[in-house]
């Protein structure tokens, strides 16, 4: 008997900080692409420029591995000119969106978040000026 009621503490203890563990969790954390967040709602595409937006999401999601010191696949996007030869030739649209063809991107992660994306087509859509 004293068997079953340590092994029922331990499971509830086990289940109790598991639950105390997720507690903090931001919904956007775990569902980046939730259309029912209103902050997700909100993606604001009418001022984007190279210098404050795509160079920050390349940063953070690219340049792990399309640095100089990494090129994978051949691709650097460390600089504007040559971040500006990838939306020009459609790559770089085609590899986050994840297009037929395109070898989806960041490989490995999880796709960019809608809003980011639509914030990359506008750059490219724009004409993918050095701003």
């Given amino acids: 008997m004293k068997r079953y009621v ?19 969790d931001k919904e ?3 569902t980046p692409n939730n259309p029912n967040n209103p902050q997700q709602q ?11 937006t795509v160079s920050g999401i ?7 591995c399309h640095s100089a010191a990494m090129a994978q696949g051949g691709m650097i996007l460390d600089t504007y ?3 500006k030869t990838a939306a020009d030739n459609g790559k770089l649209m085609g ?3 994840h297009a ?5 991107m ?3 992660g999880p796709k960019l978040s809608d809003c980011n994306i639509a914030k990359i087509k506008k750059w490219v859509d724009d004409g993918a000026p050095n701003n």
């Fill in 6 to 24: 340590h092994l029922f503490l331990i499971v509830l203890t086990s289940s109790l900080a598991l639950l105390a563990a997720c507690k903090d």
């Fill in 28 to 30: 956007e954390e775990i």
């Fill in 42 to 52: 909100q993606c604001d595409t009418g001022s984007v420029t190279f210098s404050s």
């Fill in 58 to 64: 390349i940063s953070t999601n690219c340049l792990a």
């Fill in 81 to 83: 000119a040559r971040v």
């Fill in 95 to 97: 590899v986050i969106t």
């Fill in 100 to 104: 037929a063809g395109f070898s989806p």
């Fill in 106 to 108: 960041p490989k490995g």
